[in-house]
């Protein structure tokens, strides 16, 4: 396997160890549906990534967890191939185990929707974060609002929790 992007850290959207899902804490090599289509899938049950990846040949490459180690080793070389054969994972020189725990992911594809109809809009994410915090929250509610009479067009209207009633936050489309 070979990473899609140098700067890929899909182990930020793994579970953290500490946590207790041992089963979420590294990515997962997985076959789609579709013929051809292969991904490394990371999720802690609250965000899910699944990246196409590109496989160096398909019969040398097994699905199966993907070592965090595995990963950061392949960066460190600008993307060098990640071979999975088996239980054993192998980066250049370095190899280890894979799913030593004997865990098993879950069935990612049953949350992924089925064809899009949805409408895009780009925002800042940190603006979205500042928002939350000032009011001291982590999370937010946000509802794309399509406004064809207001100047702005497709603004996201942002509820935060804690806000007192009444308190109106809205984030501005940026351009891609």
Request: hydrophobic residues 45%; contains cysteine.
């Amino acid at each position: 396997m070979i990473l899609p992007h140098a700067k890929l850290k899909i182990e930020l959207v793994c579970a953290d160890r500490s946590d207790g899902r041992r089963f979420l804490e590294e990515p997962f090599l997985s076959y789609g549906k579709k013929a051809g289509d292969v991904f490394l899938v990371g999720l802690d049950g609250k965000v899910l990534l699944a990246v196409p990846v590109e496989l160096k040949t398909c019969a040398e490459d097994t699905p199966g967890y993907v070592p965090i180690w595995a990963i950061k080793e392949a960066r460190k070389f600008n993307r060098a191939p990640i071979e999975l054969k088996g239980d054993v994972v192998k980066v250049g020189e370095m190899q280890g185990p894979r799913n030593p725990a004997g865990n098993t992911f879950p069935n990612w594809e049953v949350a992924m929707p089925g064809e899009r109809k949805e409408k895009s809009v780009c925002f800042d994410v940190d603006r979205l974060a500042a928002l939350a915090k000032v009011f001291g929250s982590s999370t937010v509610n946000v509802f794309f609002e399509d406004t064809p009479d207001a100047v702005v067009k497709h603004v996201l209207r942002v509820e935060i929790p804690g806000a007192p009633e009444g308190t109106v936050a809205l984030l501005m489309p940026i351009d891609r």
